[in-house]
């Protein structure tokens, strides 16, 4: 009887009342790995761990974990086909597997796989393979073994090169295949016999055909598809092409060419047959149409995010402000619009008439915000609190059955160097209580104000587990009206004072209600623990950031001491708070009043030793006294980090080619200049956006300056003689976590102004910016013009012998993606030897051939960089610089 009237006050309130959305907390992920992506698949959510996935599906409120798989690629791109997830996994036999999960099995789909991407369709997903073993291909899968097929082979390239688009409203797939300066332009409908060709695209000859894999992209408009490419214009400084044309079953249309406007895909958005792009030379968002363009919005770089009530979505940095403003346009000045400030660089999307996105307030920190097409407002404060949630890995969203679900990673409060992935839903049909857990020392049942909060206490809500952790003050708690049992499960050493573990909770009828329970500690204990941390491996020489972290573990208040010692070879330039005493080579802070569970950071930034010690252990020690209001004893504890100090050369840097003769760098003045400058994320997190800024000397002609490569799509801009070359989006892992994939760089080739006088010096210096972080300066080169060069005998690493007599040699393609070939100019004898070496001097490669020319080498394997190539025959030697991308 009892819980039928509740029921019935139950639905009377929910017929009275109007209910405001809010976040509903379905699962929490915990401890995930920040490299990594996670994937939705309909109503199925994937976190990898290290050889399965974590699971939760939104249709039954279950959790799961997949089948083990052996090993999960960090870092890679996921795909889904139905409810399941696609996936790259290494098994027993050492090679990658396409491999599909969902919350029943886990399958192989196909063997032998370097790398895989997928275009999501309705009916069928996209899939490139590149195989380790035969041709890779070209497949679409339902997620079955039965239901993945070959559609088609292709000559190796990387599977991320194949541009590829879904047409829902055909519900067929678009892409593209590169054949030296064509691209193949393909339709399929997810069958070999539906795969046809149904136009070429090919590149004019003016243009220099710079990366033409990183500067082709599909675009929708619509029910249209289109197909951009763009490219660099020989001879031309820094201006770009683009041509655009409408791509359809009867063929492929050219719809014009626009100059100086973005390379890549996210600068583009074309709608009602107009192109909206961002010209990264001037600063501008661009519409073009008709023939004519108009410049409408002002900013340093941006970016398209979609529509919104027939008006086109972008992202602009107008200042040296971190984040992005969103504005919608209809391409004018006058019709260009701020919605909202500080918006996280993340994908928004539009849900019953209303725009969501994510973006960042001193007040609020990262949350959800709406946008009804008249003003911007916050959805929910839902982590309470400035610190609000992170913005990587990117927070997603997923509609199913009408509902809004969304997930965004928070930072882990008990352990500062964790992040955990919270699942949400957005309803309108919840209500909110509140919990209380707090140390109930006189065991009355009642909060006194002596006795303080106690954080991180767990709840369990109804039979799908679902998990509550309790903050520093009241907790909020959103749950769908309904009936639900909730269950307290103390920390370890704490138990109920009073009172039951076990509440019934009805919603509407508890709207706004606190629930409080009281806990007494089983033992009294006094426990404060303090650890310290690097955020980088110590380097010879580098400043590094320490982390002294410290929390209160005991069972009442405490107040004490903190001591740290750090290692003698260090030099100690700040810290944040700064130590209340200095004695010797001890730090010391005084804390007093330390409340259950509060933690705290100091951070420090300490000189590491020179090169002498390279190779030295490192030791630090922390040591913490400290005392439990009311009582006399002193809890000590010890904590020590051991380091080995490392030391490399720094990978930051410039070069030219040719480097030029004897210690003056002697170097004709009729010789283009190539100037590669490399780059290495050295931090400890990926790298969002990278820029290089490069000053060219007055001597240098800027009219001559051609692209000629880079590691990752890009765009060039100049402003005041100075080159700026834009990395957006390159996300680039640090070199702990992918030390290969850590590098990038850019070349280019320009030449000296004519008439010059002999002996004249030029110099170059690069500086790179990691996202908001200073400037790393790299090493200045220089070239002394002469007219004609002395004789100067081949000597160095790259020589095959101190008198041995030069030759010419051609290198194609350069720069090379998959294969080269190597041809001899001049006379020649028997069977050449050639090698190739990487920037640091090693040797990576080497063979054999007769004839002028080589067959096709495949140098896939040696990844992106810096090469040189050497080739000896009877005596004569021959050495060109390579660049692979």
């Known amino acids: 009887m009892k819980s039928f009237f509740a029921l019935v006050v139950a639905l009377f309130i929910l017929c009275s009342c109007s209910f405001a959305q809010k976040a509903v907390l379905l699962k929490r992920f915990m401890a995930i790995d920040s490299l990594s992506d996670y994937q939705f698949a309909a109503d199925n959510v994937f976190v990898p761990r290290q050889s399965y996935f974590e699971g939760y599906q939104i249709s039954t409120g279950k959790a799961f974990a997949t089948d083990n798989t052996a090993v999960v690629y960090r870092m890679q791109r996921f795909g889904s086909a139905g409810s399941a997830i696609l996936y790259n996994s290494t098994r027993q036999d050492g090679f990658g597997h396409l491999t599909a999960s969902d919350h029943a099995t886990t399958r192989k789909l196909l063997d032998k796989v370097v790398g895989v991407n997928f275009v999501n369709g309705s009916k069928f997903t996209f899939v490139v393979n590149a195989s380790t073993d035969g041709p890779s291909g070209l497949y679409a899968t339902d997620g079955t073994v039965a239901g993945t097929k070959a559609l088609m082979q292709y000559d190796y390239v990387s599977p991320y090169d194949v541009k590829a688009i879904y047409a829902a409203a055909e519900d067929k797939v678009y892409f593209a295949l590169y054949r030296d300066t064509v691209a193949d332009i393909y339709q399929t409908d997810g069958t070999a016999a539906g795969t046809r060709l149904i136009g070429r695209v090919e590149n004019e000859a003016t243009s220099s055909n710079l990366s033409s894999y990183d500067q082709s992209f599909f675009l929708k408009d619509g029910e249209h598809v289109y197909y951009v490419v763009s490219k660099y214009i020989a001879g031309e400084a820094y201006t770009t092409a683009a041509s655009c044309y409408l791509v359809a079953s009867g063929g492929i249309q050219h719809t014009g060419t626009y100059q100086n406007i973005s390379t890549y895909e996210e600068g583009w958005q074309i709608k009602d047959g107009a192109a909206y792009s961002f010209d990264g030379v001037a600063g501008y968002f661009t519409k073009a149409e008709g023939g004519k363009s108009v410049s409408f919005l002002k900013a340093n770089y941006g970016l398209f995010v979609g529509e919104f009530q027939d008006k086109v979505l972008l992202l602009a940095n107008q200042s040296n402000k971190v984040g992005y403003d969103l504005y919608e346009t209809d391409g004018t000045e006058a019709g260009t619009k ?202 010879c020489g580098f400043l590094t950031t320490y982390e002294l972290s410290y929390l209160n573990k005991g069972t009442r208040q405490a107040s004490g001491k903190i001591q740290l010692v750090p290692e003698k070879q260090f030099s100690l330039i700040s810290a944040n708070p700064a130590p209340d005493v200095v004695s010797g080579d001890t730090l010391q802070w005084n804390l007093s009043g330390l409340e259950l569970q509060q933690h705290g950071l100091i951070q420090l930034h300490f000189r590491m030793p020179t090169f002498e010690s390279m190779g030295d252990t490192l030791t630090s020690v922390v040591l913490t006294k400290f005392q439990s209001a009311g009582s006399t004893t002193v809890a000590a504890d010890t904590s020590m980090l051991q380091q080995i100090l490392l030391c490399s050369y720094d990978p930051n840097d410039i070069q030219v080619n040719p480097v030029g003769v004897t210690e003056k760098h002697l170097t004709k003045k009729d010789q283009p200049l190539e100037y590669l400058i490399r780059f290495q994320n050295t931090g400890n997190a990926e790298a969002i956006n990278i820029m290089v800024a490069n000053s060219i000397e007055e001597n240098l002609d800027l009219r001559s300056l051609r692209i000629l490569g880079s590691s990752h799509p890009m765009y060039t801009s100049v402003r005041n003689n100075t080159l700026h070359f834009y990395f957006d989006n390159i996300l680039l892992p640090d070199s702990t976590s992918n030390e290969p994939g850590s590098h990038g760089y850019v070349l280019y080739a320009i030449k000296p102004k004519a008439g010059l006088p002999d002996s004249t010096r030029i110099e170059n210096t690069a500086d790179i910016y990691f996202d908001y972080n200073p400037p790393i300066h790299t090493n200045t080169v220089f070239s002394t013009l002469v007219t004609e060069l002395p004789a100067v005998k081949t000597d160095g690493p790259l020589a095959a012998g101190k008198n041995t007599e030069k030759a010419d040699l051609t290198v194609f393609p350069n720069p090379a993606s998959n294969t080269l070939a190597l041809e001899w100019q001049g006379s020649m004898q028997g069977r050449s030897s050639y090698y190739i070496v990487n920037s640091l001097g090693q040797e990576v490669l080497r063979g054999e051939f007769t004839g002028r020319a080589t067959s096709s080498i495949p140098v896939t394997h040696l990844g992106r960089g810096f090469y040189f190539v050497r080739v000896i025959n009877n005596g004569k030697t021959a050495c060109k610089r390579l660049v692979l991308q």
């Open 338 to 539: 701020l919605i909202q400030t500080q918006v996280v660089r993340s994908k928004v999307i539009e849900f019953d008439g209303k725009l969501y996105f994510w973006a960042t307030t001193s007040r609020y920190g990262t949350e959800l915000w709406q946008y009804d097409g008249r003003s911007a407002a916050l959805v929910e404060d839902i982590k309470a609190g400035e610190a609000g949630f992170l913005s990587f890995p990117d927070p997603q969203f997923q509609i199913v059955d009408n509902t809004l679900y969304f997930a965004a990673a928070v930072a882990d409060v008990q352990n500062s160097h964790a992040i955990n992935l919270e699942l949400y839903k957005l309803s309108g049909n919840a209500g909110s209580i509140y919990l209380s857990t707090f140390a109930d020392y006189n065991r009355n049942g009642q909060q006194e104000a002596s006795e303080p909060f106690l954080p991180y206490q767990h709840f369990e809500l109804g039979e799908d587990g679902r998990q509550i952790y309790t903050s520093h003050n009241l907790t909020k708690l959103n749950l769908d009206n309904g009936s639900y049992t909730l269950s307290l499960k103390p920390q370890q050493g704490w138990k109920m004072a009073t009172g039951q573990e076990t509440v019934e909770l009805v919603l509407p009828l508890h709207e706004n209600q606190t629930f409080t329970f009281g806990l007494v500690p089983e033992q009294e204990i006094t426990a404060v623990e303090a650890k310290l941390v690097s955020l980088a491996p110590p380097r």
